[in-house]
């Protein structure tokens, strides 16, 4: 699978390695986080029709692998619509997994992807450029690199000036 010119969120649950120090803490976080992992995949990835509607509705990720304590999310390719399922299914994981005490910091930038599901591995040009970023932040959120800026900005605020945004904004300048 090779996938060109897309989004690319990299994000990391703060404090997984203190959780699982003890038999009972690896224990505990394994069961919550397979609980967690199951949910993200069940209404994030592959969201389910609302009752009586004829239409499944799209997933919102061409792509999401769990790996230790990092989630990788990749973009269906890039438009307005993909750009904004792709951020507000990213900001309700980070929702979900903070209501449940796993809070999530990452990056989310443009890059290609490419995955061999038999070898179980995956790459991007846009890993280093996310981790990175990830590390210098002591906060849970998720910023933009600058490479995302404008697509992202745009698709979910039209042309709103950074001064005109409001405190229920999904963005806000940093």
């Keep these: 699978m ?12 703060l404090g997984f390695s203190d959780r699982i120090q003890t038999r009972e803490g690896l224990e505990v976080t394994t069961a919550k986080y397979a609980d967690l992992i199951a949910c993200a995949k069940g209404h994030m990835f592959s969201p389910k029709a609302v009752p009586g509607s004829p239409n499944q509705p799209e997933p919102n990720f061409e792509y999401g692998q769990f790996v230790f304590d990092t ?4 973009s269906y390719p890039l438009d307005i619509k993909s750009a904004y399922r792709f951020v507000f ?8 997994f ?21 070898a179980q591995i995956f790459l991007s040009n846009a890993f280093k450029r996310l981790r990175f970023d990830e590390e210098h932040q002591q906060w849970t959120g998720c910023t933009l690199l600058p490479e995302a800026d404008e697509l992202v900005v745009s698709s979910l605020l039209g042309n709103v000036a950074p001064d005109q945004l409001g405190k229920s904004s999904p963005l806000h300048r940093y």
């Design 2 to 13: 090779y996938l060109e010119h897309r989004l690319i969120a990299m994000l990391d649950v």
């Design 71 to 74: 989630l990788v999310l990749v």
């Design 89 to 96: 299914a990213t900001t309700l994981l980070m929702e979900m």
């Design 98 to 118: 903070f209501a449940e005490k796993f809070p999530l910091r990452g990056s989310i930038g443009i890059g290609d992807f490419s995955a061999d599901e038999v």
